[in-house]
């Protein structure tokens, strides 16, 4: 298909692209800045990558970030994909109740969620901390993985599981051996996806963090009034590039396990 | 009439409804061991449901399936001694040619070297060498129809079921895969359910043919006995190419019937009936002849409407008075009959079968033995012979 | 197919903890945001078991009116804003070369990866008194005194364009990928020039997309209450701060659960809208 962008266009495109990177290059720009204020760019120098890690507060925050996103991930993947894989091979009276159940935390506005979240183990007396954090997230990020790895499955061949039946595999090693491996990729964005909502939400966690395990999004919206130090751009710069080689490595991996579906 | 034959599998007033509606009708099916039976039929006639019940991927809603003698009904896919090549392949995408085969071995806990052994084996008698390490989407439809059969047959099923294995493949491809199936059958030994709606491919390659019908099996046969003594009118249409004409019987004189057709009259060589009884007759295009003059016996009169040209044969449309129209197989060499020339049609009276619907069977039982009565009758006072 | 009538593990085991987690930490929680809503409120935080409807009725005051307004205005404008510069860059994106694409989509996602306080903290670093635009603005003469850019109800609105730019773009993106071009190519062949085949066969064709990237764009916006905070210092009030505080500093619970429906309820009636016009497969 031939398709032509207007000059005027593609400069337009260009100048949304820089409008939605600003504020990203200034957090990394400035990590890089010798005073400690981040008003004017004085030096260049790498001190606060270095001198970020005895930041206490902020390596707490951090730890706690990456830990709380990886289980929530691992659970909400392994969660969400065998229920996706439940739904996608079984019919029951129940189906249509739970699939719909499903769409209720994307569709319900986060702050709403989290206040509930909120309630709800306050009604139990318990406090935040790192394990109501990590329950949270796994129920909104849970529904995602489901539809994620669901619509991936909805293009297979139904005989290939039924082929691996007739050779004599049961339930549990056909899903291992056969259905797993073919579901590879999908399961994989639905890890991403999760992952991506469990190192970007705010409003969530601002609920249902206890005091001692506070993330790192939190950390920071308490230490913009009293002004923040560089350091915090040199994690922030260090959690970008992170980020990017992540998104790059999972879609490299995506790639190549796609290529061998094509049967 | 089979009881002394091994009966491997054995279908009793087998039923199946999907949301109320009966999809296959109290079936009754023995398969002998090693045999190559095919089901056939068109789409929706019930021969993969009935397929998916032996192999345990659906259940019967009544009746009873038996594998040697034992029912298999509380038994899933994977613990039944039966294997399935698929009508789409159903390769494991992720793994290579080599590991799809291994694949029912590696489940059974066969030692590796074993595997490794059979594998091979099994690749050589499937023709795929050099092909070990490929992945499925890197072969073609007829490689992987050969992957779909080694990796089925490595397990020494009891029974292997094939459902409409070769529908994807090109005519030549399918041609010659048929004939590769079919000698694999015979070297292996193996029991073959076969699936199709190919009517010639189940000529071709099976022992006996069960012909289905909107969920009832109309006639199970040998290749021969189906295609030359059709039991019923869908059968006969089914099976081969077949002119199908509704007749009276006017007159008998012994084993030879006066019958009387829209179209004229004609003679047919047939034993124990009556007169005036509706039958209808089936005559296959090579039975068909055609003269520019009327024949002792036959006033079927009708006009030559197109020759439709077929490779070694030459299949010629006829329209009679009535509007019918009959096609004839005639050779390249027989006289030229130029469109819009009037033609008698005739036959031998001996080529020409009768079909009934399902209800007579039980008289063509009773006829089959009636025949031979009459056979042993006429040759005695050689009625039939100076009539025609 | 695979499908059978006997009740065996597989089905329990697959689906099972899932649904049993989504009862526990989602059907009962917001069942008792409900219930909570129609108590009263415990001095101490939390409530005290009797019923009242005393949070509905307040919800209906000046104060809390005047704040249902601004959240609106600003949530509406948010959502233009994110439509009209979000349409014509995902149709840019769109039709670009098949190469090109999927690395656009990338560049447009890859924000998102990077948590949103990092991001708004950059804007905040950008636009505050002390910040960079202030400075290049003195240097450069045009002004003498540093604006107040930051803390003002257009550096709210700044943010929220910014973090949710991309929910409105994706669903467009989309809708226009999915355009059939021979429909286009009639258009044209019919004599229709650029600006009307947009506006009579590509924008009611994308329309499903546009309601969704809307509907993805207003709903949480309505939450936000963190952007306000930072790029607004709190200022004005709007319902994602106003419901916070119910919780943290004011402590009256069925309040904020009030609220909390009230949100729920704005959002179920516009999904019921959508719906109308799109699927719900669509938004993921």
Redesign the interface.
Known sequence: MKKKNNPFFTVYACLVYIFLYLPIAVVIAFSFNTSKMNIVFEGFTFDWYLSMWSNTLLMDAFKNTIIVAAISTLLATILGTLCAVGLNRFEFKLKGFISASLYIPIVIPELVFAIAMLILFSSMDITMNMATLIISHVTFSMPFVVITVRSRIAGHDPSIEEAARDLGANEIRTFFRVTLPMIAPGVLSGAMLALTLSLDDVVVSFFTAGVDSQILPLRILSMVKKGISPDVNALSTLMIIGSVLLLVGTTVVQGRLEKQEEA | MNGDKDVIVRLVDVEKEFDGVKVVKKLNLEVRRGEFLTLLGPSGCGKTTTLRMIAGFSDATTGAIELEGKDVANLKPNERDVNTVFQNYALFPHMNVEDNIAFGLVEKKVPKKEIKERVSEMIKLVQLEGLEKRKPAQMSGGQKQRVAIARALINRPKVLLLDEPLGALDLKLRKQMQLELKHLQQKLGITFIYVTHDQEEALTMSDRIAVMNDGVMEQIGTPDEVYNHPRTKFVASFVGESNILESYVEEVRGDLLRISLESGKAVLHAPGFKKEEMIYICVRPENLQLAQAPIEHFSIRGRVIEHIFAGSVIKTVVELVNGQRLRVARHPGEEDLEVGTYVYVFWNPKKAIIVHTVEEQIYNVIEGNLNRMYEEFAEKYSVADKEA | ?????RL?L??L???G???L??IL??????A??IG?SFLTRNGYG?VTMIPSLEAYKALLSKEYVKVFISSFELSILTTIICLV?GY??A???A???EKVKPFLV???M?????????????????LRS???VN?VLLSLGVIRMPLELLYTDGAVLLGMV?DL??FTVLPIYTSIEKLD?SLLEAASDLGAGKLHKFVRVILPLTMPGVFAGSIQTF??S?????IA??MGGAKTMYI?NL??NQ?MSARN?PM??AL?IV??VI?LVL?KLYTRVGS??D??
């Open positions: 197919m695979g499908k059978k009538k065996s597989a089905p085991t697959m689906i903890p899932t649904t987690w989504l930490f989602l059907m009962v929680p917001l008792l945001v909570i939390g510069v014509p860059f149709y840019v994106i039709n670009s070369s990338l560049l447009l890859l924000p998102f990866w990077i948590n949103s306080m990092i991001r708004i903290y950059g804007w905040n670093t950008i002390s910040g960079i400075n910014y730019l991309p071009p709903i949480p309505l939450g936000l209450f963190y905070d930072m994602g419901i916070k919780f619970w904020g659960a909390a949100l729920i959002t999904m719900l497969e938004m993921v």
